[in-house]
């Protein structure tokens, strides 16, 4: 919860939508996608996925071209201007984060951050590559 808490304090640095700042992470980090990829990622419904699509072609920091299996579908891109634009976002976020972290903890805590950023990255990857599976209703034992 608190690291929930966290990531939506640090998104507060953004200066764009999050449905559209969440479509140039996915290009960036899953290169060429569909709006039904994008939409099934974020969770969401392919209508409000194409809509933030939209925007940003309108915006040239995405650009669409035919699905090379498929004429049918369209593969989204991000362009040089979403690379930067992205960027842009993500060192803002960064600096607003360093900040805080400069000004709350002692260089002990700092270190102690330092030092669980790897276990935190060993779990997300866990958790993307689909190894554990979220709890569902029926699970009543808790683990610590």
């Known amino acids: ?11 507060a640095a953004d200066t764009m939508p999050p449905g559209e700042a969440a479509v140039l992470g996915y290009l960036d ?7 039904a990829d994008i939409a099934h990622r974020r969770g969401v419904s392919h209508q409000s996925a194409a809509k933030a699509v939209k925007v940003l072609v309108g915006q ?23 690379s ?9 976020r960064a600096a607003w984060l360093g900040a805080a972290v400069d000004e709350v903890l002692d260089s002990g805590e700092r270190e102690a951050l330092a030092a669980a950023l790897p276990l935190l990255a060993r779990l997300t990857a866990r958790l993307q590559a ?6 569902r209703d029926s699970d009543t034992a808790v683990r610590r």
């Not at 608190?2 to 304090?9: D, Q």
């Not at 930067?84 to 803002?92: D, G, I, N, P």
């Not at 689909?130 to 709890?135: I, K, M, Q, S």
Request: glycine letters at 12%.
């Open 1 to 11: 919860m608190t690291i929930g808490h966290l990531v939506r304090a640090v998104r």
């Open 60 to 82: 040239g920091l995405v650009r669409a071209e035919a699905h090379p299996d498929d004429g049918r579908k369209l593969l989204l891109h991000l362009t040089p201007a979403g």
């Open 29 to 35: 980090r899953g290169g060429p996608l569909t709006t």
């Open 130 to 135: 689909g190894e554990a599976r979220p709890p």
């Open 84 to 92: 930067s634009r992205l960027a842009e976002e993500r060192r803002r």
